[in-house]
């Protein structure tokens, strides 16, 4: 069955860069897209936007505009999401979900934690 | 502040049914038929309980429904059980942006 796998906890001082992989397996990489997703401890989720996995669109949320990039290698099944000039605020469970139906996400990955200090 | 409003927490005893709502606008819930809504346990991954505003994912249990008036989707749990309790969100296809979440309801099971 279809199962994203995420890279391991990350953890960055404020300013830096961070980039979170999602493997994908047992489907059609390039049939969906990958959205990613945040949860800020004790938070709900906000969506942060897809990417077309077949070839690299993508739509950001508007306040991540100009700190985040997305992108995908279809000879691995692999999505990226790349986050630049990071806050505090920006210390998350960050969560790759594959497109499916008209806008569910179905799998999750496991999640990647990532903590910025300052 | 989410977009999609939903009660801080419900709670039911086991063996009744419960009812979370989640209200939207007429950018989102009130235009589109893409309402879905997660179960998430504490620290683990949400999964999808319900699709299009009241389709199940294969292998979900019948006990969970979804419907939607107007600007409002709900999710129904019939005879809860203790494994039910969880945190549920629900989110929309929404104008202005792709998708937006609810803050999220706490279940309780007592």
């Known amino acids: 069955q279809a199962q994203l796998v995420q890279s391991g906890s990350e953890r960055k001082k404020a300013g830096a860069a961070v980039k979170v992989s999602c493997k994908a397996s047992?489907?059609?990489?390039?049939?969906?897209?990958i959205n990613w997703v945040r949860q800020a401890p004790g938070q709900g989720l906000e969506w942060l936007g897809p990417?077309?996995?077949?070839?690299?669109?993508?739509n950001f949320a508007e306040n991540l505009q100009g700190r985040v990039t997305m992108t995908t290698d279809t000879s691995t099944s692999t999505a990226y999401m790349e986050l630049r000039n990071l806050r505090s605020d920006d210390t998350a469970v960050y969560y790759c979900?594959?497109?499916?139906?008209?806008?569910?996400?179905?799998?999750w990955g496991q999640g990647t934690l990532v903590t910025v200090s300052s | 502040q989410s977009a999609l409003t939903q009660p801080a927490s419900v709670s039911g005893s086991p063996g009744q049914s419960i009812t979370i709502s989640c209200t939207g606008t007429?950018?989102?819930?009130?235009?589109?038929?893409?309402v879905s809504w997660y179960q998430q346990h504490p620290d683990k991954a949400p999964k999808l309980m319900i699709y299009?505003?009241?389709n199940r994912p294969s292998g979900v249990s019948s006990r969970f429904s979804g419907s939607k008036s107007g600007n409002t989707a709900s999710l129904t749990i019939s005879g809860l059980q203790a494994e039910d309790e969880a945190e549920y969100y629900c989110?929309?296809?929404?104008?202005?942006?792709?998708?937006?979440f609810g803050g999220g309801t706490k279940l309780t099971v007592l």
């Open positions: 990417i077309t996995s077949h070839n690299g669109n993508s």
């Open positions: 979900a594959r497109g499916w139906k008209m806008s569910a996400f179905d799998p």
């Open positions: 989110s929309s296809s929404s104008s202005s942006v792709t998708v937006v």
């Open positions: 047992g489907y059609t990489f390039s049939t969906h897209d």
């Open positions: 299009d505003v009241f």
């Open positions: 007429n950018s989102d819930i009130g235009v589109y038929n893409s």
